[in-house]
Nanobody
C-alpha cells in the first residue's frame, strides 16, 4: 500500500532554515523520481523540487533554486528538502509525491503534508 509521510515543518523567521523529510513506500518501484510540492492558502499546489530515485538528477522551481536543496537520504526511500534563506512567501503546506518523470506527473495519492510557516 502506498504511503507518503512528510515531516520537519515548523515556524521559522525569515532568513532561517528548515529540513523536510519524506518517506515514500509502496509505489517507488514504478516511479522515476520523487518531488516536493507546496500549497499556500487560496492558491494552487505548485511544484518545488524533484530528484530521481537514483539521485543522479535534480530539478527546481525558479522560485527556490539556489535556496533549497533536494537530496536522497541514506535511509531507504527517504528524500530530504533542505530549505535555506526562507521567505514569508515560502509559507505553505509541503507535500511529497512519486513522479512519473523528473519534471512532473505526480500520482493521485497525496500524504498529509507538513506545514511550513515563515514569519517576517
Amino acid at each position: 500500500q502506498e504511503q507518503l509521510v512528510e515531516s520537519g515543518g515548523g515556524l521559522v523567521q525569515a532568513g532561517g532554515s528548515l529540513r523536510l523529510s519524506c518517506v515514500a513506500s509502496g509505489r517507488t518501484f514504478s516511479s522515476v523520481a520523487l518531488g516536493w510540492f507546496r500549497q499556500a492558502p487560496g492558491k494552487e499546489r505548485e511544484f518545488v523540487a524533484s530528484i530521481t530515485w537514483n539521485g543522479g538528477n535534480t530539478y527546481y522551481a525558479n522560485s527556490v533554486r539556489g535556496r533549497f536543496t533536494i537530496s536522497r537520504a541514506n535511509v531507504a526511500n527517504t528524500v530530504i528538502l533542505q530549505m535555506n534563506s526562507l521567505k514569508p512567501e515560502d509559507t505553505a503546506v509541503y507535500y511529497c509525491n512519486n513522479l512519473r518523470t523528473l519534471y512532473g506527473g505526480p500520482y493521485a495519492y497525496w500524504g498529509q503534508g507538513t506545514q511550513v510557516t515563515v514569519s517576517s
